[in-house]
């Protein structure tokens, strides 16, 4: 186990539902990261956060809204979704600061938009 | 804009032979590369890393060599295992410690 958590596992939601992605990582890391992964597509980097602060937004549309109340834990509310937002969403960890690239990453929620 | 790409979607290896999995980049300016194995149902997991002042680095069962004067790197699993059937990306960053560029993937497949 990577020590980077994800619930749920599975979600399927309506275009008009409101629901939120959960992360937690339990390696000490100060970044945590939200990606996307789509089929036969690369990893989309969605957001970044270093310290709990955000420093990268990936022109992420605003039905996507992360939240980050400390380095350990990290949200990704969905609200008012898109068919072809259904995707894997992964989040990650990484020690932050300078020379340290390596992400860990969790196992995923793979979501579903009716 | 800049891209990591692989030769290969889909490379299907009988156990016991070598496996080598390409990847091209484009940005001249990368200084360092990781290699992820995905397997099904999870998210990818951390297999070797190179910098870009090394042309080869060794870990248990994988080698990754990187060629800088035509921008391709390459993941070697020696003996190849039923257990190393995945996807397996290539990623790299030019010194952002937190943003990664990710390839689209290759697929091994071992067969018995």
């Known amino acids: 186990e990577t020590g980077v958590t994800q619930t749920p596992r599975h979600l399927v939601m309506g275009m008009t539902n409101k629901k939120s992605l959960k992360c937690e990582q339990h390696?000490?890391?100060?970044?945590m990261y939200w990606y996307k992964q789509s089929a036969k597509k690369p990893l989309e980097l969605m957001f970044v956060y270093n310290f709990k602060e955000q420093t990268e937004n990936n022109s992420v549309p605003s039905r996507f809204s992360p939240e980050c109340p400390n380095s350990s834990h990290l949200f990704l509310h969905l609200h008012t979704l898109q068919p072809e937002d259904s995707a894997l969403y992964l989040c990650?960890?990484?020690?932050?600061?300078?020379?340290?690239?390596?992400?860990?990453f969790g196992p995923g929620t793979r979501l579903t938009v009716l | 804009g800049e891209s990591v790409g692989l030769h290969l979607p889909t490379l299907s290896v009988q156990e016991g032979d070598n496996s080598i999995i390409n990847c091209a980049y484009s940005n001249s300016a990368s200084d360092y590369f990781i290699w992820y194995k995905q397997e099904s149902g999870k998210g990818p997991q951390f297999i070797i890393d190179i910098r870009s002042n090394m042309d080869k680095r060794q870990g248990q069962r994988v080698t990754v060599l990187l060629n800088k004067t035509v921008k391709h790197l390459s993941l070697q699993i020696a003996a190849t295992q039923p257990g190393d059937s995945a996807v397996y990306f290539c990623?790299?960053?030019?010194?952002?410690?937190?943003?990664?560029?990710f390839g689209t993937g290759t697929r091994l497949q071992v067969t018995l």
């Open positions: 990623a790299e960053t030019t010194g952002t410690a937190s943003k990664l560029t």
């Open positions: 990650a960890s990484s020690l932050g600061g300078s020379g340290s690239y390596e992400q860990f």
């Open positions: 390696l000490g890391h100060n970044a």
